[in-house]
C-alpha cells in the first residue's frame, strides 16, 4: 500500500488577480487557502492581500504563520499542518466572508504573531474594509484553483476577479 502523501508549504506562493471589465481594480483583493485536513478540520488561511498590481505574495514562513496562529486558537480541533493532504483551493474573498472575519478580528483581534504581517487588528480591519474583494458578487461557485502542494518548489496562480 501507498503511503500517503502530506502537504508540503511552497517556498513562495505568488497568485496574480487578473481584472475584469466589472472588477477593474484588484489592489488590495483578498486571498484564502484552505487546507483539507485528513483528520478534524480543514485550515483556512489568510488574509493574504494582493499588492498595488495585483500580485499575492507569501514566503512558506508567511504560511506556516498563519497556520500556527489559527492552530493556536485550537477553536477547531485542528491538526498540524503538515499532516494535511497536500490538496489546496485558493479562492478570493467575497462580502459575507470579509463581514464575518471583520467581526471575528473585533472579537479576538490577532493571533500569535499575526502584527509581524498586518501591524493590529485596527489595520487589518481597515484592510478589509477598504479592500474591492467586498464588491465581488455572492457566487455560490466562485472562481477557485485547486493543487496539491507535494513539494517546496514556489507555486504560481492566477485567478480571475469575478
Known sequence: MAEARSLVVPSRLTVEVEPSAAHPVVAGAVLSIRCFARERNDYRLGPLFADASGVVSASDAQIGLLAEAQLETDLMGLKPITSAFPLVELRLLRRADIERA??????????????TLYGSAESLIQRYEQSPSLGLSENPFPPRVRDEWLDASPKRYRLPML
Not at 471583520?102 to 502584527?115: Q, T
Open 102 to 115: 471583520v467581526e471575528g478580528r473585533r472579537i479576538w483581534g490577532l493571533v500569535g504573531d499575526e502584527s
